[in-house]
Every structure is written in C-alpha cells, then in structure tokens.
C-alpha cells in the first residue's frame, strides 16, 4: 500500500509562510496599489477595482469519445451561449501587501434545451447559477531583505506553457481556475526564482452563494472525474525554478507530487471505488533563441507513483515546438511553427498504469475541440498522444491576429474502440481582435475571438463523420 502523503501540506506551507511574515520588520511606506501590467480597472486611494463581461456562443457535434456508441451529451450536438460576469477588488495597505478578491457568476443558455434532458441539474448553470469567490489571498513581497515573496489563498498557478499546471477546476471549464495554496518565492539568487507551493483543492467551492440563496444547485463537483459528483480531493506540493543567467538559454526546473483521492463511479453491478494515486513529476523546459529570427521551446517530464491497490504508475511527456519568425512582411509578423507533442499511454499488456497524467493540466492545451475527446470520466485528460503539428500565425491588422494549426493525432497506445492507432486529422484556425478601447472609463477595452476546429477521425474510432467546433466569444474589462 503507497503511504498517503501528509494532508496537511498546504496547512505546513500556510504555516510557513506566516512564519516568514513575521519577520518583516521594517516598516513599508503607504503607496498607491501596485496595479498588474496591462491591467484594466480604477483606482480609488490605496484600493484598485475593476470587472469584465465575456458572452460566448459556442455549437460542436459529431465529437469522438472512447465509449462506443459514445453518448449524446458527449459526442451529440450541443449548442449553446455562456455568458460570465465578473468583480475583482485589491487592497494594497502599503507597497508590498496586497489584499485580492474576485467573484465570479456564469449562467449558460442551450439553444437545443432537449439535449440536457439527461444532465443532472447541478450541470446545467441555469440563471442566476451561483455567486463564487474565485480569488482570495494576501500577498507579501520583499520580505528577508526583498529576497522572499508569500502568498496565501485562493489564486491561479501557472507554469510553463501550464501542460502541468494550469487548471485547478477543470469541471466548470473556463468559469474559474483556481487553486487553494500557499506559495513562496525566493529571490535570493541572482537571475533565478524558486518557487515551493502547496495545494488542497476540494471537490466542492465551499466559499458559494448558490442560486443566490434560492435553492440548487448544491454538490458540483468542480474537479470532475466522472458526470457525477465525487466528493474527492486533489493535493500536493511542488518546487518550480525559473533561471535566466544565460539571455540565449532560459530554462526551468520543477518537482511536483500530486495526490489524487479514490473516488466512486457507476459500474454495470453498481458501484465500483476508482483507487487513488500518488504521482510524482519531475521535469524541465528550455527556451533556446537559435538565431535572431529563430527560437524554440522543448518541455520533457518523466512520471512516478503508485495507486492505493499498489499498481505502480509512469509516464513520459515531450513538447517540443520551433518557431521560424519570417523575415518578410514585417507588419504582419509572420510565425511559422514546426513542434510535436507526445504523452504515453497505458500498455494492456502490463498491470502498471504507463499512462501520462496531466497533473493540474486538464484544459483544451492545443484544442477545444479534442478536450471532449477524451476518456469521459475525465474529461480533459490529454494522455496516449502523438501530435506532430504545423502554425502560421499574422498579424491582419495592429489590432487583429489570426493563427492557423494543422496537427496528426495517433494513440501511443491501441486502446480505442477501432482497429488501429489514428486518432485523426485535426485544423483549428482563430482570429483575436481589439474592437474598441476607452468606451466608458479610461482604461477599459472591448476584445473578442473567433474559432473554428475540424477533426476528420481514423481508425482509432468507430465513426467516420467529421466533427467541428465553433465558438464567438466577445469581452469587456472595465
């Protein structure tokens, strides 16, 4: 049996952490709020605050799954608008604490109602849904003679290209992304940052006005293993070094483990306990400039653990991209792309689970097509993959982008319901654009994007009807 790692990880670095304030001795002067870069909101004495508005119409069908023959609500055709409203507010009592918040609410509205006949209603996000805090945390920077940097509570933990840290929520999709944790920054080495985190996500946003007091829904299970709510726990803990001694060559470093509860499904006798597991991740990403119009990116992580019934686990991941910055039209600053992406999948053959788990990365990575592709008790579980892939990226206009992908989906493994290994042929292509700025106030802005995704499936499934994904999406900060 795999020892269970310490539950109080988070509680030891929160513990730390206040350990480390306390020896901030030197009083700091009253200053304005350090407002983030590029940000978007109004000030007001030492408090900064500010909101957005997203709506988006999103229609996909004909999606693949594993399951065979897949299920309407996965694979069928769903159409539907989100619209999401959020409201941040910051507090900054002098130059180096920072007081953060933000709720969020995000009510959907289908388009084809009949479709969602079968999903619970906790799943729906009827209007009003549900007021939730998705940001809470005190920040302390400069403490140990300006070398060490705290925070606390609930934030967003991003890392690298985030194939390993992202997405702390991955079942209410891009509604939050939260993660609660406690993460410190030492500064004290000339040109690096060491970053050691603790996490404890719960299955459940405890800190949730539902329905606005009105009633359900209650129990979404925002880290989502299967449909069904599963009152589960993801945590662990981590150390991320960034290094930038060499301008040509900035690399990164981390060690991550992650606990995943044991959880409960349905099966065909009623039932059945998925067992936990314990994972560890080492892994490192190189940033080469190879020349002045050329540079790179290449992530490689090797996997570790065992689950509760004493199955060993193991994994491997490559993402490697070149980008050739074309030496033409330099207005539009063209980009082309070259890269592969590869993640293990589980032998049949063996009882271990060879499989790569994408830690904190269930989010569409390089699709948002494909995320619903996968195993549909977990979605956005990116793993069994081989993806080489081509970009272009342009700039249309200075305030319109558009980027282009074509990519060859294989399993690593022949687990599907086909008979081979081709998962299949997949374009996205996607415009951004700033429509306006300073409508209302002076720092807000309009934006907004447009997407289309194709897949053409192969013989890894038991379909052959092209799938598509379509979505509009405008957004207002303030």
Known sequence: MRRRPVVGTGIACLALALLAMGTWLHAAETAEPAAPKNWVGQTLDKCC???????????????????DPPGVTRNGQNHFFRIRTRLWGQWDPSENVTVKGRVVNEFREWLDPELMDDVPDVSNYEFPDELVVDKLYLQVRNLLDEKLDVKIGRQDLIYGTGKVMLEGTPKDGSRTIYMDAAKLTWKGIENTTIDVFG????????????????????????????????????SGFGVYVKNASCARMPLEGYYIMKDEDAWVTAGADGEVTVPGKEIHTIGARFMPKLA??????????????ETDDDADTEGTMVDAVVNWHLPVCDTMKPCLGAGVYYLSGDDPDTTDQENWVPLWGR????????????????????????????????????????????????????????TGD?????????????????LLTEKDKLMGHLLVEVLDPGDYYNVDETAHFARWELFYAF
């Open 199 to 234: 996490i404890y996500n719960e299955s459940e946003n405890d800190l949730s006005i539902e329905n606005f007091g009105e009633g359900p829904p209650d129990k979404r299970d925002i880290i989502g293993y299967d449909k069904n709510f599963n009152d589960a726990t993801e």
């Open 292 to 305: 002045d119009t050329v540079d790179a990116n290449l992530e490689v992580a090797f996997q570790t653990g």
């Open 422 to 438: 081709e998962r299949g042929v997949l374009g996205t292509l996607r415009f951004d654009f700033t429509l306006a700025e300073k």
């Open 49 to 67: 605050w500010g909101g957005d508005l997203r709506v988006r119409q999103v229609h996909f069908d004909e999606i693949p799954i594993i399951a």
């Open 363 to 418: 989010w569409p990575q390089y699709s948002e097509l494909y995320i619903y592709s996968w195993d549909a008790e977990r979605a956005g579980e990116w793993s069994n993959l081989m993806m080489p892939h081509l970009d272009l990226s342009l700039a249309l206009t200075p305030k319109c982008k558009a980027k282009a992908m074509v990519a060859l989906l294989e399993a690593d493994e022949n687990d599907g319901p086909g």
